[in-house]
């Protein structure tokens, strides 16, 4: 399984971003799906989660109400809409999938909210 994220950037408090996260390899909707992030000096902590049906999301308490997960079984992407984004939200975004017991990530977006 191959994940390549892109979407992020620099932008504004109270703006919006929209991450991508293209999976290749394996069937896609086998996976279970999620976002992590990190912060310089913090540890990777988790975002959204998608279960492989899509019926199921998980938000942390920090992102709820302000973030959606989401996934494309015909793109085989999964999405992370984020609105009215806080400097506390910069970090390096992950897409991670759970596919059995084993899990990939991919490298990465930087997301920067400037205050």
């Known amino acids: 399984v191959q994940l390549v994220e892109s979407g992020g950037g620099l932008v504004q408090a109270g703006g919006s971003l929209r991450l991508s996260c293209s999976a290749s390899?394996?069937?896609?909707?086998?996976?279970?799906v999620a976002w992590f992030r990190q912060a310089p000096g913090k540890e990777r902590e988790f975002v959204a989660a998608?279960?492989?049906?899509?019926?199921?999301?998980s938000y942390s308490a920090s992102v709820k109400g302000r973030f959606t997960i989401s996934r494309d079984y015909v793109q085989n992407t999964v999405y992370l809409q984020m609105n009215r984004l806080k400097p506390e939200d910069t970090a390096v975004y992950y897409c991670?999938?759970?596919?059995?017991?084993?899990?990939?990530w991919g490298q990465g977006t930087q997301v920067t909210v400037s205050s």
């Open positions: 991670g999938a759970k596919v059995a017991t084993q899990i990939y």
């Open positions: 390899g394996g069937t896609f909707r086998n996976y279970a």
């Open positions: 998608l279960s492989r049906s899509g019926s199921y999301p």
